[in-house]
């Protein structure tokens, strides 16, 4: 598999089967992802990735702060959307609930998909991505590099992946539970695993906007 087509098959998948991932290809996906592009080599991440019962006292304690976190950073996304970033996000949601049959009036239904979010959506390696909150904006994008390169690699060895802003909201509570050093908070999660492909969840796509939207190309 060549970048090129990890791109088009990388997708959100958010059903997983229970096949436990080893340690040693976690590690490699980790190790590799960490060849990403850091301006002044800072290489500002910390990764901790859990599986079994780690995963699952780390679960238990975001459940249990439910509500009570006050280091949460809140919402994924700017107050009062603007478009076309608006139309977008709206867009992605409702086909999300229409992959799997949910109609925009079945409010606890659509919250019972988001909780999903808090349980890796099933997923059996829970990924936290770290950042020293001393950190600026051009370290977060060397995040979204590692991010991307993991995810990339994930594909080429046969595994789905999904990102997860979701975990910003409880700071506090995973800092204090993951023992991360005293400036360091949780910036994304990533829930790893094998693709459960029988889910109806995961033959949603996302749609991208055509090229005419966003680039232009100039003095060619």
């Not at 539970?177 to 996302?206: C, K, Q, S």
């Amino acid at each position: 598999m060549d970048v090129t087509q990890a791109l088009q098959a990388r997708h959100s998948v958010r059903a997983f089967l229970p096949d436990a991932v080893d340690a040693a290809t976690v590690r490699m996906l980790l190790e590799g992802a960490a060849r990403a592009a850091s301006g002044g080599n800072l290489q500002p991440w910390r990764v901790v990735a859990l599986a079994g019962p780690a995963l699952a006292a780390a679960l238990d304690a975001v459940a249990r702060a439910e509500g009570q976190d006050p280091g949460g950073a809140g919402a994924s996304y700017p107050p009062n959307l603007w478009e076309p970033y608006r139309t977008r996000r709206f867009a992605n949601g409702e086909d999300l609930y229409r992959s799997i049959g949910i109609p925009r009036e079945d409010k606890p239904a659509r919250l019972a998909q988001l909780s999903r979010n808090a349980v890796f959506f099933g997923a059996p390696v829970g990924i936290f991505v770290c950042v020293d909150e001393r950190m600026g904006l051009a370290q977060w994008l060397d995040l979204g590099a590692y991010l991307q390169s993991l995810m990339l690699l994930a594909v080429e060895h046969g595994l789905g992946t999904c990102a997860q802003g979701f975990w910003r909201r409880y700071g506090s509570t995973l800092a204090a539970h993951l023992a991360l050093p005293g400036p360091y908070r949780v910036a994304f999660g990533v829930a790893l695993g094998r693709e459960d492909t029988e889910a109806p969840v995961n033959a949603m796509r996302a749609s991208r906007a055509p090229f005419a939207e966003w680039g232009e190309l100039r003095g060619f």
